[in-house]
Structure formats: structure tokens, C-alpha cells
């Protein structure tokens, strides 16, 4: 039975307290609809205050709203556009923005007549910042740009603009603000120029790009500078021997300056060259593999490219051609090992046929030799001491021997000829000449390597007469 009292006690305190809040709600509601606005607000006030939540509170809070917007409509009407703004804010809502953004605008004219440029632009900014669908949008950002072109803040103006044509690029503000951007882009496209300048690559493609969205007269300068930009970046990427990009760049060329054919043309031929000379060293090397892949390069660039087409041709045949002349090679050096020198012979002929390898040049010149030397190596001495030197050793003995024939007689003079005798060492031999005189006897001699044809003076005399 208590708890039944205790409940209805409550109800009673429920029904008691919403009938309060009914009635304070009421009588803010009363003074509204007696457009006793100023009275009203402050009840509105007070009753959120206490009731923030509710579907009375949303109903105070429109209504409050629209207090404000009367008071501020008033205020509009007598031209108070200060109180009107202030009033249009606390409004909050769509049908006092519409009036807003021509307080703001009313002030910002009133300001500008003052000289007091400051808050003309304080006034604009109001508009763009919180009134972004005000139709007066267009017509605030044309006016703060000649603000701005007033004072050369160059940046600010072409920001504005960027936001104008971007937005509204049939507007007529946008249209009539062009000739004025016209002016102010030289000093921007300058600005592109000292990035590139730096190698600021992409800072520089950054702002030409910005400028080329717009309408101008300038824009073949911009597409020029554009293209200047993306050669450089091109070179830069060649000489990091990164050709894909390389290829990229020059593609962007002539996208945006296709006037550059014949220059981009040049400078794939250019760069083809290098690699196609870099491709012939690595090649002498016999390095087969890796000139080709440095021929291939060039087909980055230009893959219908003729000379590395015929280079690749041609190294394939050479490097199929070295291959069986190292084959031959060392067959050659396993008979040469044997001893048997004629089959050595015969197969370094065929290694040489097929490529000059060096060693193998310098082989087919010793196996001879050694052929040569087992066949008769006293004549074979013979033959290679006189003509050692083109014959030029053989000339100044014989231009001694005349000499002292002219000085002695020729019956007193002696000449040995040549003699051959062996010397310590398979294939080494010692050549004599002497010259017999009543004064002076002229003993030359060397040891010979019948090998290699290899001449060294056995004493001083002989030394002297080589180096002569």
C-alpha cells in the first residue's frame, strides 16, 4: 500500500513539473507571436537553459531563431547593416544568410569609400568563409583580386582567381578579370623558370600546369616552358641510366610541345650513339652478353631504331663466331700440349678463320716457328737473324764490313758469315758475326729463341749496332 501512495506521489510530481515547463515554454511563445522579439529571446533563453533537450527545446530554438531574423530584418530595412549582420548571425539559418551576405557586402562598400581597405576585405572574406553559396560570391572575389593587383600581392590575387575560373569559369567576373590575369602571369611563368632553373623539376611542372588550365594568351609560352621542363627531366634521367623514364619525359615533350619532333628525335639519336659506342667497347672485351643487352638499351627509346638492330645482328655473328674459334682454340692447345704440331697448326688456322682472337694470332706465329726450327733450325736461325728488323741488323753488319774493307783493303779484312751453333735450352740458339781487321776485331753475337725470333746481344758491341 506504500509503495502503491509513493508512485502516484511521483506521477503527481511529474505532471506537476511539465506543466511548468508547458507554461514557461508558453510564455516565451506568447511574446513571439506578439512579436515582442527582444522579450522573447531572452525567455527562449532561459528556458534552454534549463531544458536543452525535448521536442519544446527544438521548437524554442527555431522560433528564437527566427526572433533574431525579424529583429535583423528591421535593422536591414533602416539600412543598420552592422546590427543587421550581427542580428542575421545569431539567426542561423537559411533565410537570414540570404540577407546576410548583403550586410556584409553593404559594409564592406561602406569601408572602401572610408579608404579603409582592411576591413573592406575583412567583410569579403566573411562572405567566402561563411557564406560559400552567396550568389554575391563571384562578385567579391573579382573585387579582391583588383584589391590585391592594387597592392601587387601577386599570389593573393592569382589564388582568387584560381578559385573564380575553377568555380565559375562562365561567369561574367571571371571573364572580365582575365585581361588583368593575362598581366600577372608573366611574373608566374618567370617564377616556373627559376624552378627549372634550380632542377625544382616538379615545383616548376607543378605551376606551369596550374597556369595552363586558364584561358590566356599565353598559353604556347606555358606549353613551351613545359616542354623545356620535361626535356631537362629527361637528361637527368639518362644520366642516371634510367631510359624508361627517360622515355616518359621525352613522350611529355612532345605532348605538350609537339613543335620539339625533330629535337627529341635528335637527342634519342644522340643518346642511341653513346650506347651503341659504349656497346662496341664492351664488345671488343668479348663481353658478348652485356653488349647486347647495351645495344637493346636503344630500343627504350626507340625501338624501331635501324643501327642497333644491324649491331645486334652483327654481334650475334660474332659472338657465335668467337665461340667456335675458342672451341678451335682449344682443341689447337691440346695438340700443341701433345706435340703434335701440324694438327696444332691447323687448328689455330681455323680458331683465326673464324675470329682474330690475339693469343691465337701470336700461337699460329710461335707453332710456325717451332715447325720451322725442327725442320732445319740452323737455316731457320739463319733466316730469321737477317731479317730481324726488316733485314735492317743483316744491312748494318754488312755496311761494317764494307767500311773496313774501304779502310784495310778488302784482302786484309775477314768476315765469318753467319755462324749458327746451339745453346743451352730447346729452341735457343747462339748467331755469331765476326769482322777481322789489322786494328780492331768486331765480334757480334746474340742468343736467339727460335720460338719467338727473339734477338738478345750476347756483349756490348752487338747491343750498340742494334740500337743504331
Not at 535593422?75 to 546576410?100: C, E, H, P, V
Not at 616556373?192 to 609560352?221: G, V
Request: charged share 30%; glycine share 2%.
Amino acid at each position: 500500500m506504500k509503495s502503491v501512495k509513493l508512485i502516484f506521489s511521483l506521477l503527481i510530481v511529474v505532471f506537476l513539473t511539465n506543466c511548468s515547463v508547458v507554461d514557461k515554454y508558453s510564455q516565451a511563445s506568447d511574446f513571439y507571436q506578439n512579436k515582442n522579439y527582444v522579450i522573447a529571446i531572452e525567455l527562449y533563453d532561459n528556458f534552454l537553459k534549463k531544458h536543452p533537450d525535448g521536442a519544446l527545446s527544438i521548437k524554442s530554438k527555431l522560433e528564437r531563431s527566427d526572433c533574431y531574423y525579424q529583429l535583423g530584418y528591421e535593422a536591414y530595412k533602416k539600412q543598420n547593416w552592422i546590427l543587421a549582420s550581427r542580428l542575421f548571425f545569431l539567426a542561423n539559418s537559411k533565410i537570414a544568410d540570404r540577407l546576410q551576405d548583403n550586410s556584409y557586402y553593404k559594409l564592406s562598400e561602406f569601408y572602401k569609400l572610408e579608404g579603409k581597405i582592411d576591413k573592406t576585405l575583412e567583410y569579403y572574406e566573411k562572405i567566402l568563409k561563411y557564406l560559400p553559396n552567396s550568389e554575391l560570391t563571384t562578385k567579391v572575389l573579382y573585387n579582391r583580386i583588383q584589391i590585391y593587383l592594387e597592392r601587387e600581392n601577386k599570389y593573393f590575387a592569382f589564388n582568387d582567381y584560381h578559385v573564380l575560373w575553377k568555380n565559375f569559369p562562365e561567369s561574367e567576373y571571371t571573364k572580365k578579370i582575365q585581361p588583368q590575369i593575362d598581366n600577372l602571369l608573366p611574373f608566374y611563368i618567370e617564377k616556373a623558370i627559376t624552378f627549372k632553373d634550380a632542377n625544382e623539376y616538379d615545383d616548376a611542372l607543378s605551376l606551369l600546369f596550374k597556369l595552363n588550365q586558364y584561358p590566356t594568351k599565353l598559353k604556347d609560352r606555358i606549353l613551351t616552358e613545359i616542354g623545356n621542363v620535361y626535356l631537362l627531366k629527361a637528361e637527368n634521367a639518362i644520366q642516371q641510366n634510367k631510359l624508361k623514364q627517360a622515355k616518359q619525359h621525352f613522350d611529355n615533350v612532345l605532348k605538350y610541345k609537339p613543335q620539339y619532333e625533330t629535337l627529341v628525335k635528335n637527342k634519342k639519336k644522340e643518346v642511341c650513339s653513346k650506347l651503341i659506342s659504349k656497346g662496341n667497347s664492351i664488345l671488343q672485351e668479348h663481353e658478348f652478353d652485356k653488349a647486347l643487352k647495351t645495344y637493346q638499351k636503344c630500343f627504350i627509346l626507340d625501338e624501331n631504331n635501324q643501327r642497333a638492330t644491324s649491331k645486334i645482328s652483327k654481334a650475334n655473328k660474332i659472338k657465335q663466331d668467337y665461340s667456335l674459334a675458342f672451341e678451335y682454340k682449344q682443341q689447337a692447345a691440346q695438340y700443341e700440349k701433345d706435340d703434335q704440331l701440324n694438327k696444332a697448326l691447323e687448328y689455330y688456322k681455323k680458331s683465326y678463320a673464324h675470329y682474330h682472337i690475339k693469343e691465337v694470332s701470336r700461337k699460329l706465329f710461335i707453332i710456325r716457328n717451332m715447325i720451322n726450327s725442327e725442320k732445319d733450325p740452323k737455316g731457320f736461325a739463319r733466316s730469321v737473324v737477317r731479317n730481324h728488323n726488316r733485314g735492317r741488323l743483316n744491312d748494318k753488319i754488312m755496311l761494317k764490313y764494307e767500311e773496313q774493307k774501304t779502310i784495310h783493303g778488302e784482302d786484309i779484312v775477314k768476315a765469318s758469315g753467319w755462324k749458327i751453333s746451339y745453346a743451352v735450352g730447346k729452341y735457343k740458339y747462339e748467331v755469331r758475326y765476326d769482322i777481322l781487321t789489322p786494328d780492331r776485331n768486331y765480334y757480334y753475337a746474340w742468343r736467339i729463341d727460335l720460338r719467338t725470333q727473339e734477338l738478345n746481344p750476347s756483349n756490348k758491341l752487338s747491343e750498340e749496332i742494334m740500337n743504331k
